[in-house]
């Protein structure tokens, strides 16, 4: 002890020369050491906050409501699906409907062609797999299904619209496409209001008879053009 004393007092000017160097050090340090605990307080704070703000989110949320919020979102997503669906089944009555557009593109009603059968494939699937309603319980494995289902669907009549369209009759022979020409020119009368009804029913026969065992118009579309020829043609 009393050599620390008498270095101290022989090499007492050292505190004069460094003395301002070690409290600017200790200075500094302590405010270093204040920033982190504020930084440190602050930073608890937060995770305190999060944590009530989980505990609150989850005391809302109790098992019904997420039941019911997961059912709304299922019966959104099934609803789109089903109007995807419609909107197809639209599209192909278009044609269904339309005789002018099954003379024009007479591969969408002929089944025999590959593209056209692989749609209505696509169509009973897509029909025997679609739920009664939107809110229909459907698991998660028939959701799928029938998303996939109408997906095909969707897909396999683009295929056979664009097909159609892109061959026309070009699979029919020389005497059968001027037959399809015959059976347009009398749609155009048969439906023509400044035509009289005779007329109208002699070019409706016509059609039938330019047609027949070369494209068969379905129930719909025959009631259809009926209605459009006169309205009042006997069956």
Known sequence: MDALFGF?????WLALVFGGAIASGF???????SKQSKQRHKQRLEVMRAKAEIAQANQSMDPEAIAQADAASRADRLERLMETHDDV?????????DAAKLIAFPTMSDGRDRHTAAFLRAKKVADGLR?????ARVDAEAYAEYRDAVHDYEVAFDVAEQEARRVRDT????AE???????QHMLNVAVDTSATAAERQTAYRRIR???????????AAETELKRRVAGELSA
């Open 8 to 12: 101290l007092g022989s090499y007492w």
């Open 27 to 33: 200075s500094a340090l302590g405010s270093w050491w």
């Open 89 to 97: 089944s639209r599209r192909w009555l278009d044609y269904e409907l």
């Open 131 to 135: 739920p009664a309603s939107a809110h």
């Open 171 to 174: 699979g029919f022979s020389e």
């Open 177 to 183: 496409r001027q037959r399809l020409t015959r059976a």
């Open 209 to 219: 008879e330019e047609l027949d065992g070369l494209l068969v118009l379905s129930d």
